[in-house]
């Protein structure tokens, strides 16, 4: 059974700092493309960062460039979100994704597009809040 399970979401003050984690199962993550994306309470999901699995190339929205980093362990099947210093503007549900990437053309150029990925987990809540 294919699932991809996200976890490390809560409460953080403003300034804060918060790692997700997105395990994967049933699938070996090394073959996929990982995206996080979030989606606020009445706005559409948006793509917050994905990474290659060949050469781990990390593409970020501007509205975080500089505050989160992605990772990932292949032989873990895990990726990681470490966001420093939140903004209240960065509550929302976080979402994993994965896309297949064998044959797949103009990732960089694609990559916030929800539609693009084969598998979703189903989210954890973070809220920044004083």
């Known amino acids: 059974q294919v699932q991809l399970v996200e976890s490390g979401g809560g409460l953080v003050q403003p300034g804060g700092s918060l790692r997700l984690s997105c395990v994967a199962s049933?699938?070996?993550?090394?073959?996929?493309?990982i995206g996080w994306f979030r989606q606020a309470p009445g706005k559409e999901r948006e793509g917050v960062s994905s990474?290659?699995?060949?050469?781990?190339?990390?593409y970020y929205a501007d509205s975080v460039k500089g505050r989160f980093t992605m990772s990932r362990e292949n032989a873990k099947n895990t990726v990681y979100l470490q966001m420093n210093s939140l903004k209240p503007e960065d509550t929302a549900v976080y979402y994993c994704?994965?896309?297949?990437?064998?044959?797949?053309?103009?990732?960089?150029?694609?990559?916030?597009?929800?539609?693009?990925?084969?598998?979703w987990g189903q989210g954890t809540q973070v809220t920044v809040s004083s």
């Open positions: 994704a994965a896309v297949y990437s064998g044959g797949l053309r103009g990732y960089g150029n694609r990559w916030t597009n929800s539609g693009l990925y084969d598998y």
């Open positions: 049933g699938f070996s993550m090394g073959y996929y493309n």
């Open positions: 990474m290659t699995n060949g050469d781990a190339m990390a």
